[in-house]
Every structure is written in C-alpha cells, then in structure tokens.
C-alpha cells in the first residue's frame, strides 16, 4: 500500500540519501579506480595501451548488461537487496586481482565486477522516485548524481597516489576498505522499501516497453546525447595520464592523481543545474551547459599546465550538469514507464564510457593527444547542431513534450 514519501524534514530522506550517496561514491570509485593505473599496468605487463585500456572498457560492457538484467530483477524483487548486493560481491574481485600475474584475467575479473556495480544505479533512483516525497525527489536525485562525480574523483585520486608512493596493488585495499565501510553503513542506515510494488511483467513485457522507448525520437535523440557527452569525457580523462606523464609535462603519477580534484567542480554541476532547471528552460541551459564543455576540452590542448588544469575543472562543471539535464529530459519525455526510459539512457551513458575508454583508443596511437582531443570537441559540437536541428522540426511537428 502507498505510504507518504519522505520529506527533506525527516530524518529518513537523509538516511536515504548518505546511503545511497555513499553507494554511489564506492560504485563509481571501483568503477574507475583503474583508469589512472593504465600506465602503470601498460609497463608492468608489456601491453599496448588500448589492451590495457581494456580494464576499464570491459568492465563498462558488463556494467551495461547488469543495468538491463539487474533493472528487470529489481523491479520484480526490490530494491534494497540489490543495492547491498552489488557492494558486497563487488568488493571481491578487488581482493583477488592484486595476486593475479595475468592480464586477461584481470580482465575477466574486471568484467564481472562491471556487472555486480550495476545494482547499485540500477536500483537507486527507481528507490529514490519511490521513497522520496516528488516534492523533494529531485533535490534527492541531484545529490545522489553528485556523489557519482565524488566516486570517481575518490577512485582516481586514490589509486594513483597510492599507486605512485607505493604499489598499484595496494592501491586496490584502499577501495576495499572504504567499500566495507560503505557496506556497514548501507546495512544499517537505509530504510526498507515501504512503497514498492513488485512488477508482475513478463521479460517479454519489459522488451516491449524498451521498444516503445527506442521508438520515440525525442528519447532516441537524449540517448544519443549520453553517448557523446560520455565519449568526450570519458575519452579526455582515460588518456590524460598518458599524455600527462609524457614531455613536455613529464608529471609522475601521484601529480596526476591529483589534477582529478577537478572532478569537485562536476559535483557542483548536478545541484546547479536542478536549480537552474526550476528557473529557466532546461534546454537552453543544457546548450549552454554542453559549451561549457567543448569549452574545457579544448583548452587541454595548451602547452600551459595551468591552462589545461583551468580546462578540466571547466570541463567537469559542463559535463555533469549537461548529464544532469539530460537525465532530466529523459524523465520528462517518457510518459509511461519511466524507469526503463531511465535504464535505456544509462546504458547509452554507459556505452559512451566503453567507447571513449578504448574505441578512440586508435586516435592516440595515431596521432596522440591531438587526436584524442580534435576528436572530444568536434564530436560534441556536431551533435548540438544536430540536436537543435533535429529539435526544432520535432517541436514544428509537436512531438517534443512541453
């Protein structure tokens, strides 16, 4: 039976959102805890970077295939369970991975971790829009969107820094332990379920409710959106170690680690952009947001330290609001079943993260940072005007929702 949803006065919302918060942070800090070891793992194995690359692109494929099968489980058997599943089984690997000589199994273990994360997103915001009052879901969801920005900024930070002082593997028990941490908490501190509503459909049902998604234009065109924002960050961010500790930088690992502070101004992004959104029309601010973006990345092609760390700070703040709105679009487009409208775009978010983590891995075999960076801003610019385009004549034809 429905009850109430909490309220930002009880103390229940906050329990909701540090657990699911800190859920998010130890998602995200596993997820991408590799992307700043590539370098080392590419000496300490004697592989090419885009085989070593491949720790972090599996792990997005399988990340992607639990969305869709953990999605569809929690919607039949709850949330809660997922949610404190996904960070037990995905602590494991993390444990075995160090005392592995071979990199093809760090990679098959990678790639189950991939698919034990996605309890975590699969099963937070449907918990969110159904335990938290619709008055204040969305303040609870830009959070919860900003500790995805923390996690990732944690992971990276504290591997390469690790990493550099001592061992990449030692590395790996730091994240274990926060994980434990993160799980302790979970465990006590998030409140059952007491308005979900087992789904009774059929997997047959749930590929024709994607279908319906796939067939509507306005969705096709922000699940095109996540893609290329995700392909232009994540294509940045995974070979800037690469470019960073080479001439004319020549930085060492643990300074890498720490330019992913600029991943704080992306935590802004999110509650930004909900406060915007409650003020101005969400697509102008998401076109302005997306500017921002193409902005901060082209400013990582300046021989000035200085200037590219300006420019990645630009690029995080751009990035996760334009993520934010784009969420938000999704949300308001769906008439009926949202939450897998809202699985959909996280898997078109989450093949940006493979494509740009080892897909555009050949451009900077070719023709380095250049080429990964011509490639990161053109990608983005070409969609927008797509997308303006492609909006007007929807809008002229009244299939974009008001």
């Known amino acids: 039976m429905f009850t109430k949803g909490y309220e930002i006065k009880d103390k229940q919302f906050w329990r909701v959102v540090v657990s699911l918060g800190l859920a998010s942070?130890?998602?995200?800090a596993a997820f991408y805890s590799f992307q700043p070891l590539l370098p080392v793992l590419t000496e300490?194995?004697?592989?090419?970077?885009?085989?070593?690359?491949?720790?972090?692109?599996v792990t997005t494929v399988s990340l992607i295939i639990g969305l869709i099968v953990l999605g569809f489980l929690s919607d039949?058997?709850?949330?809660?369970?997922?949610?404190?599943l996904s960070i037990f089984l995905s602590i494991l690997p993390f444990l075995i991975i160090p005392f592995i000589d071979s990199y093809l199994l760090i990679v098959v273990l990678r790639f189950i971790q991939g698919f034990?994360?996605?309890g975590v997103p699969a099963a937070a915001l449907a918990y969110i829009g159904e335990e938290i009052d619709s008055k204040y879901s969305s303040?609870?969801?830009?959070?919860?969107?900003?500790?995805?920005?923390?996690?990732?900024?944690?992971?990276?930070?504290?591997?390469?820094f690790v990493a550099e002082r001592y061992?990449?593997?030692?590395?790996?028990?730091?994240?274990?332990?926060?994980?434990a941490i993160v799980l302790i908490i979970v465990l006590l501190a998030l409140p059952k379920s007491k308005n979900f509503n087992s789904k009774n459909r059929s997997?047959?049902?749930?590929?024709?409710?994607?279908s319906y998604h796939l067939r509507n234009p306005s969705l096709l065109l922000m699940f095109g959106l996540g893609i290329v924002l995700q392909i232009t960050f994540t294509g940045t961010w995974t070979y800037l170690p690469f470019h960073l500790t080479s001439p004319p930088f020549s930085l060492s690992l643990e300074a890498v680690s720490l330019i992913y502070f600029a991943y704080g101004f992306g935590i802004l992004g999110a509650p930004i952009a909900s406060w915007l959104s409650n003020r101005f029309a969400l697509e102008k601010i998401r076109v302005v947001a997306i500017c921002i973006l193409i902005i901060g990345v082209a400013c990582t092609l300046h021989s000035s330290l200085v200037v590219v760390l300006i420019g990645l700070c630009i690029l995080c703040f751009g990035f996760f609001t334009a993520h934010s709105l784009t969420a938000a679009s999704v949300s308001r487009t769906a008439t009926h079943l949202k939450g897998s409208a809202s699985s959909l775009y996280l898997v078109a978010y989450y093949i940006g993260v493979a494509s740009g983590?080892?897909?555009?891995?050949?451009?900077?075999?070719?023709w380095k940072w250049n080429g990964i960076i011509y490639f990161t801003v053109s990608l983005p610019l070409i969609y927008l005007i797509f997308l303006q385009f492609t909006l007007n004549l929807l809008d002229k034809k009244g299939e974009v929702p008001s």
């Open 44 to 57: 300490e194995y004697s592989i090419t970077v885009s085989y070593s690359s491949m720790s972090m692109s």
């Open 76 to 84: 039949r058997n709850g949330r809660v369970l997922f949610i404190k």
């Open 139 to 160: 303040l609870a969801t830009a959070l919860y969107i900003s500790t995805n920005a923390l996690g990732g900024m944690i992971g990276r930070i504290v591997a390469g």
């Open 167 to 179: 061992n990449w593997q030692l590395s790996l028990s730091f994240i274990v332990i926060f994980g």
């Open 357 to 366: 983590s080892t897909l555009i891995g050949p451009l900077w075999d070719m």
């Open 116 to 118: 034990t994360l996605a």
């Open 203 to 210: 997997f047959k049902e749930d590929l024709i409710g994607f």
């Open 25 to 28: 942070m130890f998602t995200f």
